[in-house]
Structure formats: C-alpha cells, structure tokens
Nanobody
Framework: QVWLVQSGGGLVQAEGSLRLSCSDSGRSFGTSSIGWFRQAPGKAREFIAAISWSSGNTKYADSLKGRFTISRDNAKNAVYLQMIGLRPEDTATYYC?????????????????WGQGTQVTVSS
C-alpha cells in the first residue's frame, strides 16, 4: 500500500474556492490515472473526477462538472482539484487515488492507492 500525499483543504465560506493537491512524494504517476473522491459523514464515497497522467484526458461526475476541475502538472508531478462556488453540501473528506489499469473510472474499487484524505468544510 502506497499512500499518496495530499495537501490543501480547510475551512471556507460558501461561494469560496479551494485547491487540493495530490502527489506520490514527487514521483511521476507514469501511466496511471488519478481520481478524486469525497465522502461525507454517513454517506457513500462519491466520485468527483479523474485524469490520465499520460494523456491528460479527464472524466467528471456530471453533478460536479463546471464547479470542480481536475488538472495535472507534469513538472511538479502533482494532480490538482480546483473547486469553485463551494456549497455547504460540499463539506466532506476528500481523497485522491491512483488507478494502475488503463482507462478512467468512477468506481472507487478500481483504484489501488489512496491519499490520507483532507477535510473540506464549507460554512454557510
């Protein structure tokens, strides 16, 4: 089990923005894809977005596309989740995850390594 390193998150007011980061301790993600998920208390883990490290192709949850943007920085070996227009219902623990098999996926079970999670709290 390799733990991905996450940063960002915190407390923000409604309509604010945050950016989360995910890395493999500075190592390249190679041919993997990276996904972002979130989990609120008492709820199932929810897919947000995924990106192919090599091609930059992306996949989004329809409900979050437009407010959440996934991107990568090959020079910094990092993947980001930019979140704008945050709402109280976006409050959750956010996770990044790596999937080794080819293709973008929204199913958390297809991901191999996970970050430690970072809390995002949106106040009204």
């Amino acid at each position: 089990q390799v733990w991905l390193v996450q940063s960002g998150g915190g407390l923000v007011q409604a309509e604010g923005s945050l950016r989360l980061s995910c890395s493999d301790s500075g190592r390249s993600f190679g041919t993997s894809s990276i996904g972002w998920f979130r989990q609120a208390p008492g709820k199932a883990r929810e897919f947000i977005a995924a990106i192919s490290w090599s091609s930059g192709n992306t996949k989004y949850a329809d409900s979050l596309k437009g407010r959440f943007t996934i991107s990568r920085d090959n020079a910094k070996n990092a993947v980001y989740l930019q979140m704008i227009g945050l709402r109280p219902e976006d409050t959750a623990t956010y996770y990044c995850a790596r999937k080794f098999a080819y293709g973008l996926a929204s199913d958390a079970l297809q991901y191999n390594d996970w970050g430690q999670g970072t809390q995002v709290t949106v106040s009204s």
